[in-house]
């Protein structure tokens, strides 16, 4: 059996290096992945979840460039770590959007930037504030003054909309991978202890399938989520726990199939136990279906993931999810601010289309009867 399917796991490659839509979907999979790791590395603004406010440039166009102040709060490091890098900086410093200023006298007097053609009165910083912090008044000038470059505009409270929809990236593309991982684990387990066993077992097990499968998905998801609590963790468990039903389904008939090969048993009739001839024996045998039913679960839970933050109940506000950025924004489709909205829609609609492509030209890579 080992050589069968190494000949098959190399044959399936082949095919899938001569197809070019499978490597357009697969290259959009893995940019997805390294943007969801080191979204962060790629962001210009490094704080935690992107959520650094500046109302006073809210909904500013694609391209914006903005002199900008940082100031030193308390507790401020210098240089970034590991941790922020992965997770976010915790917010130690304050941004202001500057139209002039002058670093003089042991003190920093700038114009702050309140609006095009408007001018504010000039305020002063003595630069204790930053020499308590570690900062020298030459790395004031270098590090602390600079031109800051929207590269997508900014939202509704003036964040940095590039940042976010990197960010958003990570919930999206984690959401599915977590949620595929709990639906294989339940979905495998179930489904072959009833087909392996049938009987009683099997009975059993149907009958919850058949009852979950009746749930509408959506109803099912906001339910376990309003029982669990909103929140980051708890979507992507919730959206896990209701994509096995499928999973199980394959796996069953599967089973139900290899239960009498020849193989299966021998391993019965040398003694085995019946884990290592369901684990070791059986399962590796019928892991193309549910690679493939993965593949597209995957897509459908990027899409509930974005559907439960649409309505309220999935990634909650700070943190960004390309769900609750349509969210915020979709009323700017009509009022000239469309990529607000448009932007997120269309990577849902680019990751989510990958995926399927990618299950689709699988399933046919994987048919030994092509």
Wanted: hydrophobic share 50%.
């Amino acid at each position: 059996m080992i050589d069968k399917r190494t000949s098959l796991s190399q044959l399936t490659l082949k095919r899938l290096k001569k197809n070019p839509l499978a490597i357009a979907a697969v290259i959009i999979i893995f940019m997805a992945a390294f943007v969801s790791i080191f979204c962060y590395v790629l962001a210009t603004d490094k704080t935690e979840n992107a959520a650094l406010q500046q109302v006073v440039l809210k909904y500013k166009p694609i391209g914006y460039q903005q002199l900008t102040l940082k100031i030193p709060l308390t507790g401020y490091k210098k240089q970034l770590s590991i941790t922020d890098y992965l997770f976010g900086k915790r917010q130690d410093y304050e941004e202001i959007a500057i139209t002039d200023y002058d670093l003089s006298n042991h003190e920093l007097i700038y114009k702050p930037y309140i609006g095009d053609e408007l001018e504010a009165e000039e305020k002063i910083i003595d630069l204790s504030t930053f020499k308590d912090n570690g900062v020298s008044e030459p790395e004031i000038k270098s590090d602390f003054i600079y031109t800051k470059k929207y590269y997508l505009g900014t939202d509704s409270f003036g964040r940095d909309f590039y940042s976010r929809l990197l960010i958003g990236t990570r919930i999206s593309f984690f959401v599915g991978f977590i949620a595929v991982l709990i639906s294989l684990l339940v979905g495998i387990t179930i489904g072959a202890v009833g087909g392996y066993y049938r009987g009683h077992v099997d009975d059993i097990i149907m009958w919850l399938i058949n009852v979950v499968w009746s749930i509408p998905t959506l109803l099912l998801v906001m339910a376990i989520t309003l029982a669990i609590g909103k929140g980051f963790w708890q979507i992507f468990i919730a959206v896990g726990l209701t994509m096995w039903v499928e999973v199980a389904r394959v796996v069953r008939g599967q089973f139900l199939s290899y239960r009498e090969v020849e193989f299966v048993e021998a391993a019965k009739a040398l003694g085995m136990a019946d884990a290592r001839i369901i684990f070791r024996q059986i399962l590796p045998n019928i892991l193309a279906p549910v690679i493939v039913i993965s593949a597209a679960n995957f897509a459908a839970a990027i899409l509930i993931e974005s559907g439960l933050s649409f309505l309220g109940i999935g990634a909650q506000p700070p943190t960004p999810s390309w769900g609750n950025i349509i969210k915020e924004h979709y009323a700017h489709i009509i009022l000239g601010k469309q990529h607000l909205a448009i932007l997120p829609g269309l990577l849902i609609l680019i990751l989510v289309l990958a995926f399927n492509v990618f299950g689709n030209q699988l399933r046919d890579a994987m048919d030994i009867k092509n």
